[in-house]
């Protein structure tokens, strides 16, 4: 048992720090994005786990709930998925959850959950000091090295002059640096040193706030990673005939009023991918999906202003497709340079 109270609260600040994190991002977090919730995954699992390591170290042995010591380690097992999945989702620019992800994890925590209660902790510790453990770290290094395998060509932009890597890809690879090395750190400790794993995880928790918490960073960190091929702009001929495809499927199918429509939903109405609408929104338009969504809503709004003079404000809001009054008065604030009041007025 270790008596260093400085350590313990060096350890145990980065470990409750890491749960505010984890609820932060699964459960508070405003922008409701796949990647976000992956993020929470992540780390609610290393909490976990290294929540363990810390129970285990300041604790003495005949004081220890072994169901928890079985709860961390089989924490363990889904860290390593939570990092491939998050880590391909940003990249990837997902915006939904895919089913087959759903399924391996659900796979994956069936196969833990059906160990421990076939064979628990309590009654089978050799069992899981000489196989289990293994296997669970054996399925958390598969996923790092795959992983590292999906980054590999962000990794090359950081040798190359020709090429800058965004904040995000930045971000990326911080986040996969800091888990290869907790992971690390536990393969040593395993062997030497265990509080090893306890004290990276705080070190490099504390490296990642530092570089969340600039304002510059906060910002960019959680915007979706160009594509690969970004630069290779739709040729103008295919871009006009797209572009007036687009007009025409939103306007005949009123998709603007849609506060849920996605970008994926327009992008299967023209048979494009959502990458390629993006793409051609951002070089043809210079708009973002929801710049663009929105011009369309505040022409709406105005038109309802103009003739709908018995609706409220509010009401003019939500007919015209925006999900909230305050979000319909800032942008038409933005857009017209006219309150929706201002603009009424102007017919009365």
């Known amino acids: 048992m270790f008596d260093n109270q400085v350590l313990f609260f060096i350890c145990g600040l980065g470990v409750f720090n890491g749960f505010l994190v984890a609820f932060y991002f699964l459960f508070f977090n405003r922008e409701k994005r796949t990647q ?11 909490s976990m786990r290294i929540g363990k390591s810390l129970y285990v170290i300041f604790t ?25 999945y998050y880590t391909k989702s940003s990249l990837e620019n997902r915006k939904e959850f895919p089913l087959k992800w759903k399924l391996n994890f659900v796979f994956l925590a069936s196969v833990i959950i059906i160990l421990g209660f076939n064979y628990p902790y309590e009654n089978a510790q050799k069992l899981w000091s000489m196989y289990i453990v293994y296997f669970i770290y054996a399925v958390w290094g598969i996923y790092v090295l795959a992983t590292g395998f999906i980054l590999k060509d962000t990794f090359k932009k950081l040798f190359k002059k020709s090429e800058n890597c965004t904040t995000s890809e930045l971000w ?42 600039s304002k510059k960073n906060r910002e960019e960190i959680f915007k979706d990673i160009p594509e690969k091929y970004a630069s290779k702009k739709i040729i103008e ?9 687009l007009n025409e499927l939103i306007i005949t199918q009123a998709l603007y009023k849609d506060t849920n429509v996605k970008i994926s939903d327009v ?13 051609l929104l951002n070089d043809n338009l210079g ?33 015209a497709g925006f999900s909230s009054k305050s979000n319909f008065y800032a942008t038409f604030k933005k857009v017209v340079g006219l309150t929706p009041l201002q603009f009424q007025k102007q017919f009365l």
């Open 172 to 213: 990326l690879i911080w986040v996969y640096v800091a888990n290869l090395l907790i992971f690390v750190a536990y393969l040593i400790g395993m062997f030497y040193l265990y509080l090893i794993g306890t004290i990276t995880f705080s070190i490099v928790f504390y490296v990642l706030l530092i570089f969340f918490l």
């Open 267 to 279: 992008a299967k109405g023209i048979n494009i991918t959502p990458h390629k609408l993006s793409q």
């Open 287 to 319: 708009k973002s999906f929801a710049a663009y969504m929105n011009e369309y809503r505040i022409e709406e709004a105005k038109k309802l202003l103009q003739e709908r003079t018995e609706l409220t404000l509010e009401a003019i809001g939500f007919e």
């Open 60 to 84: 003495p042995r005949e004081e220890r709930n072994i169901t928890l010591i079985q709860i961390g380690l089989s924490a363990c097992f889904l860290i390593g998925v939570s990092l491939f």
């Open 36 to 46: 976000n919730l992956l993020f929470g995954l992540l780390v609610q699992f290393l």
């Open 237 to 245: 001929t295919e871009a006009k005939g797209l572009l007036e495809e």
